[in-house]
């Protein structure tokens, strides 16, 4: 576990960072000296485990040589970060298998801060240089089947065990080298852990359960780090197994659990700046793959058009996600999306396109505290005289934050018995009506009602399992 600390400020805390950079550059010395001394023609005829044990004894070896200078007790400390080196993340090793730690942020290479609990933390990490943390993340980009360079400066990609790294360099990064790593749990987030979390309210999750199986058209809302994805997740975790679920993402973040799942990810161009294909093309494509239901990761340009047309033409229950502040917001973007298709539409037009393709708004926060909160369920009803008819089901309301910075506020039902429960009853899904009397919500369990699945327990249970991030 690394201890946290601030940026140096006094004699003290800058010594300790001067020798665990120092570390760093003895470090990447024997890192040197291991490559000149590796066999590579016999390395390929190993198998893994043996490598790996000729590896760690070469290490020991070099960390015992006198002129290394290296203190006993910090021997199995180095050979530790060197395997790191080979095969791990480096000096974010440590980071990287940190439950607790959901984003690492690297700006050059002695300023490293993670999210934890929603808040950013400094860290005493540290690189013994740029030219270091360039090969920390060259070797990462290349397990991801990318490349970086001064041609390619930047890169987003997935690494083998499902983070998402974004890395820019020198000459766009003016500070120098820059990493953002996105961790997904081994063990996602589930609408239980959101409820005991109070990031929704029972009932809310409830709800949210059964517009997934009554096939309603869903668009979730938030600001970057907000807790879409994982929203989406959990809501995908109630679209039948029988359903074909198609998924376009534009870095594959989404893990659906449905035996028959067909996950799309677009290419970026190649050096040349040939062979890039976005979303749209990948969503066009889609249509003629026999989908149930389209489920793309998030909205960023004229794929929504396409997706909108798919809503409208019998591929209910699809779900997609949008950067916005609220839900008249989200609203906002996705006109603003549909002209960067290249379609004209007169704005009336287009909003009875989406008012007639969305039915359920979802908004979601991260407030300053680091708590996501589900701000707001609504109902989208039919776009009148070119105004939509928004109508909030649940919301949650703020009053303040207490002496320890954590939010002050309550989930309430505002009243408002949305007009999807027609339909939803249509597929045989009955909600009690008192879920949306007028109340303040106190995550007391509602009884369970019929859906169509004939489940008897509560709602929040799943067919799956543990779930997703």
């Avoid at 990287?96 to 959901?102: A, G, H, I, K």
């Avoid at 400094?122 to 089947?145: K, M, N, W």
């Avoid at 990031?199 to 058209?217: C, H, P, T, W, Y």
Wanted: glycine share 8%; aromatic share 4%.
């Amino acid at each position: 576990m690394v201890t946290d600390v601030k940026t140096p400020t006094n004699g003290e805390t800058r010594s300790s960072a001067d020798n665990r950079r120092e570390f760093q550059k003895l470090k990447t010395r024997l890192h040197s000296r291991m490559v000149d001394a590796i066999d590579l023609s016999k390395a390929g005829e190993l198998e893994e485990e043996k490598l790996r044990e000729q590896l760690r004894n070469l290490a020991s070896h070099l960390c015992s040589l006198e002129q290394v200078h290296l203190p006993a007790k910090q021997r199995e400390s180095m050979v530790r970060e060197i395997m790191d080196e080979i095969y791990g993340f480096g000096p974010l090793e440590s980071l990287m298998t940190d439950p607790d730690v959901t984003d690492v942020l690297v700006n050059g290479p002695d300023r490293v801060f993670v999210e934890r609990r929603g808040m950013l933390e400094p860290t005493d990490v540290r690189f013994a240089d740029e030219a270091h943390l360039l090969q920390v993340i060259q070797r990462l980009v290349s397990r991801a089947g990318r490349r970086i360079d001064e041609v390619s400066p930047m890169v987003d990609a997935k690494l083998p065990d499902g983070s998402r790294l974004n890395a820019v360099i020198p000459p766009l990064a003016l500070a120098g080298p820059t990493v953002s790593i996105r961790r997904f749990a081994s063990r996602g987030i589930l609408f239980e852990d959101m409820v005991e979390k109070h990031s929704l309210a029972q009932e809310m999750a409830d709800f949210l359960s059964a517009i997934v199986k009554g096939r309603l058209n869903v668009l979730i809302s938030g600001g970057t780090g907000a807790g879409k994805t994982t929203l989406l997740n959990n809501l995908s975790r109630f679209v039948p197994v029988t359903e074909r679920v198609i998924t376009i993402e534009q870095t594959a973040e989404l893990q659906l659990q449905q035996p028959d799942v067909v996950s799309l990810e677009m290419r970026p161009a190649n050096v040349e700046g040939r062979g890039e294909i976005d979303q749209r093309e990948l969503l066009k494509n889609s249509l003629r793959m026999r989908p149930d239901r389209i489920i793309v990761g998030e909205a960023r340009g004229g794929e929504v058009l396409d997706l909108l047309q798919a809503m409208n033409t019998g591929h209910d229950g699809s779900m997609s996600t949008v950067h916005a502040n609220d839900t008249r917001d989200a609203l906002d973007r996705l006109e603003l999306m549909i002209a960067l298709s290249g379609v004209e539409l007169p704005t009336n037009v287009a909003r009875q396109y989406i008012a007639s393709a969305i039915q359920i708004l979802v908004h979601i926060t991260r407030l300053a505290s680091g708590e996501r909160k589900v701000m707001r369920i609504s109902e989208l009803a039919k776009s009148r005289d070119g105004i939509y008819n928004i109508e909030d089901i649940f919301v949650y309301r703020m009053a303040g934050y207490d002496d320890d910075g954590r939010a002050q506020g309550a989930f309430y039902a505002t009243g408002y018995e949305p007009d999807c429960l027609r339909r939803l009853a249509a597929a045989g899904i009955e909600l009690p009506t008192e879920m949306f009397s007028p109340r303040e919500l106190r995550n007391e369990s509602m009884d369970s009602f019929d859906s169509d699945s004939g489940d008897s327990d509560s709602v929040i249970e799943s067919d799956f399992g543990d779930g997703v991030e």
